[in-house]
């Protein structure tokens, strides 16, 4: 059974920063594209940042480019989230997922995290 935990979550000022973490507990964590989502209060979740096996093809929503950095860890079976600048608009639950490359479907993710808060204030 795969799990998911992030942590890095917290409370900052507009213009601050922070990074998420999520751990994998996975035997071979370059056999899944992980990325990250965001559920904001009253909002329907929605997708923040994309990383593939080997961490060489990210994508970005258009929301947070310029300011966001997907990275990934193998040796570590880490993903992280580096946020810059943050905006009261990037208060959100943020989430991890994880795509096992071996099943069907490019950005299905079959496996999710409990989820990191993440507030910004004004």
């Known amino acids: 059974q795969v799990q998911l935990v992030e942590s890095g979550g917290g409370l900052v000022q507009a213009g601050g920063s922070l990074r998420l973490s999520c751990t994998a507990s996975?035997?071979?964590?370059?056999?899944?594209?992980m990325a990250w989502f965001r559920q904001a209060p009253g909002k329907e979740r929605e997708f923040v940042a994309a990383?593939?096996?080997?961490?060489?093809?990210?994508a970005y929503a258009d929301s947070v480019k310029g300011r966001f950095t997907i990275s990934r860890d193998n040796a570590k079976n880490t993903v992280y989230l580096h946020m810059n600048s943050l905006k009261p608009e990037d208060t959100a639950i943020y989430y991890c997922?994880?795509?096992?490359?071996?099943?069907?479907?490019?950005?299905?993710?079959?496996?999710w995290g409990q989820g990191t808060q993440v507030t910004v204030s004004s």
């Open positions: 997922a994880a795509d096992d490359l071996h099943k069907p479907g490019l950005y299905e993710y079959d496996y």
């Open positions: 996975v035997r071979i964590f370059s056999s899944y594209a």
């Open positions: 990383i593939n096996w080997s961490g060489g093809h990210t």
